[in-house]
């Protein structure tokens, strides 16, 4: 299994509270993401990184930051959560593992209730 | 813009019969990657095949092949003599090169439900 983990694995919250997710990996691979899945949307992008300090946005950011200080860690900020962040969050990570081919592979998930 | 598109959100097969997942795409890229992911009730993806834009032959991994028709745009997942773990989510996705970046997109997703 691809050594990524998540933290926490389910965080309930407030409206208008920050929360920051975290994305671990042991892989060393230099591409990291991170996506909601809600239901009817499959999965979206949110941000992503392609080395450390280097972050890009994807289809979904507004409200959303991220930072990467170290390869092996990838965080995500709500800055001000609403309802509507209400989801699960998936980190990925790029690259190949023990020979396979390359794709993405998965964080195990967080899910996140806004109240 | 780049797109991906299932059209069945949900699919009935019986157990031990073929089964096949629809999958479209839309890009300008020359270059570019589609993979299918399933994801059971438990909740991970899991990574299943893989196509690249210059593979001439199908992919094939087990009972999972790729039907890959790259002038109709289309990247169809088969899975043949279908089990009752086969039940899940299953995406299709494709990796997109942005200003040296990849990326990847996902399609809304294909529920199968695989009958005793």
């Known amino acids: 299994d691809a050594g990524i983990t998540q933290s926490p694995r389910h965080k309930v919250t407030e409206t208008g509270t920050p929360v920051t997710l975290r994305c671990h990996q042991t892989?060393?691979?230099?591409?990291m993401y991170w996506y909601r899945q809600d239901p009817g949307h499959g999965l979206r992008l949110i941000h992503y990184?392609?080395?450390?300090?280097?972050?890009d946005k994807g289809e979904v950011s507004d409200g959303y930051s991220v930072s990467r200080s170290k390869t092996e860690d990838f965080l995500l900020t709500l800055e001000s959560a609403t309802s509507s962040q209400t989801s699960v969050y998936f980190c990925?990570?790029?690259?190949?593992?023990?020979?396979?081919?390359?794709?993405?592979?998965f964080g195990p998930g967080t899910r996140l209730l806004v109240l | 813009a780049q797109k991906i598109t299932q059209t069945q959100p949900g699919m009935f097969v019986q157990e031990k019969e073929a089964v096949t997942l629809d999958c479209t795409y839309d890009?300008?890229?020359?270059?570019?990657?589609l993979f299918w992911y399933k994801q059971p009730s438990s909740g991970e993806m899991i990574f299943l095949i893989y196509?690249?834009?210059?593979?001439?032959q199908n992919a094939t991994e087990g009972r999972y092949s790729l039907n890959f028709q790259k002038a109709r745009k289309s990247a169809n997942l088969v899975i043949s003599a279908s089990q009752l773990g086969d039940s899940a989510m299953y995406f299709c996705?494709?990796?997109?090169?942005?200003?040296?970046?990849?990326?990847?997109?996902f399609g809304t997703g294909t529920r199968l439900k695989v009958l005793a």
């Open positions: 990925a990570i790029s690259g190949t593992l023990a020979g396979r081919q390359e794709t993405q592979y």
């Open positions: 892989e060393n691979h230099r591409y």
């Open positions: 990184s392609y080395g450390v300090k280097d972050t």
């Open positions: 890009t300008s890229d020359q270059s570019y990657g």
């Open positions: 196509q690249g834009s210059y593979d001439e």
């Open positions: 996705a494709m990796r997109e090169a942005t200003s040296g970046t990849y990326k990847y997109i």
